[in-house]
């Protein structure tokens, strides 16, 4: 999508748009910078904060994977709304997504509630224990939520998908110009290609794709808990220990645990694996079979909706999913600056610091990063479980 070029939607359009397909009289649209769709902060007159996200997906994007990402949504608010992510509004004839005719072109929208807050990777010093906790175990819940959608996905739609990284690497090499670069994104090749086979033969399941910091919000007066996720528009079908890896990569912090920059990565993962406990032991379900009389999804590229297809064993990927993550988050931001058109000060720049974050872990090394992570111990403790019940 990043080297298709299309047509800007302008905040007129994106206004008119908005009045049309869901009533919105008067508003005040702003771009906010994204690298391959148009989106806009919606606000009603007489009102100084947004109201509503509106997004025009990219014309390469199907209008399935548009759905897929809405009917996520629309489960998540009927069978488990206490997960604080954004809400979907439907279109003035209950549509899930908008159809947008820009020239000889279709592209699809929708509409969702703007999540008010400060941003998690904003705050300042090191994450509290209890945000780390709700963190997990917020992950945890939603992959089991979303399990029973089934969506029949295309390999490479979502470039931040961890298992394309070895193609995504022979394609971008030559846009690294310093050596330690060139080597540490091989060297992350070289130690995911190792366990590929496993993460090849997982069940896969629809995972949010992008569960960091920067997507996750908190109430600015108690900081303690998520109050809001975003941005579901990495959504894909995958391995949800890759979610799950994705997701402590970006917890990793050197700074504040110089000693131990995986404590926090810990933490959130005993939490999550509570949950993941949790809902086995209970038997529990989402509440729905994922089901929709219009625009519902049946293939066999899916999981069994079991507790999204996660078994204690693929913790032992996480050290190289982990890495594999780092090194996308060094060659991404190469091809949405060539192909996109991203000014400098586009949050997907600054490579000096993601380069530093994948050399801490490759420095660390993966059996170091399992012992601290505790994967043992999780091991052990669920294969307890198990015998328990």
């Known amino acids: 999508m990043l080297r298709v070029p299309h047509d800007a939607v302008s905040a007129a359009e994106a206004s008119e748009f908005a009045e049309y397909w869901y ?36 014309p390469a994007e199907s209008r399935d994977s548009v759905l897929l990402r809405a009917q996520a949504l629309k489960l998540l608010q009927e069978t488990q709304p206490d997960i604080p992510a954004t809400r979907l509004i439907l279109a003035r004839g209950g549509e899930l997504v908008a159809r947008f005719n820009q020239n000889d072109t279709v592209r699809w929208a929708t509409l969702m509630t703007f999540l008010h807050g400060d941003m998690v990777s904003a705050l300042p010093g090191p994450l509290s224990e209890p945000l780390l906790d709700d963190i997990g175990m917020r ?110 990569f970006y917890l990793i912090d050197a700074s504040s645990y110089p000693n131990n920059p995986l404590m926090p990565c810990r933490i959130a993962l005993e939490s999550y694996m509570r949950e993941v406990d949790s809902r086995a032991s209970h038997g529990s379900d989402s509440g729905s079979d994922g089901g929709y009389d219009d625009d519902s999804y049946s293939d066999g590229n899916c999981n069994d909706g079991n507790n999204s297809g996660f078994d204690v064993q693929q913790l032992d990927l996480l050290p190289a999913i982990m890495e594999a993550r780092g090194a996308l988050v060094v060659l991404l931001p190469l091809m949405a600056e060539c192909f996109s058109g991203v000014e400098a000060g586009h949050y997907l720049v600054d490579p000096q610091r993601r380069l530093d974050k994948l ?27 198990k015998e328990s019940l």
């Not at 919105?24 to 947004?50: C, K, N, Q």
């Not at 022979?170 to 590929?196: G, I, K």
């Open 23 to 58: 009533g919105l009289h008067d508003v005040a649209t702003r771009r906010i910078a994204t690298e391959r769709d148009d989106t806009f902060a919606v606000s009603l007159r007489g009102e100084a904060e947004p109201r509503y996200i509106l997004k025009f997906e990219h």
């Open 139 to 248: 992950l945890a819940q939603l992959q089991h939520v979303l399990s029973p959608l089934q969506y029949h996905d295309v390999p490479g739609r979502v470039l931040w998908d961890v298992r394309l990284l070895p193609q995504l690497a022979e394609d971008l090499m030559p846009m690294l110009e310093d050596d330690e670069s060139r080597s540490r994104v091989m060297q992350a090749v070289d130690d995911y290609m190792a366990v590929e086979p496993e993460i090849e033969r997982l069940p896969t399941t629809p995972c949010h794709g992008d569960f960091h910091p920067g997507n996750m919000m908190v109430d600015p007066d108690t900081s303690q808990c998520l109050s809001g996720i975003l941005d579901f528009g990495d959504m894909h079908m995958m391995p949800s220990v890759c979610d799950l890896g994705t997701c402590l």
């Open 359 to 385: 050399r801490l872990v490759q420095n660390l090394g993966g059996p170091a990063m399992a012992e601290w992570l505790d994967i043992a111990q999780n091991v052990i403790t669920q294969h307890t479980s």
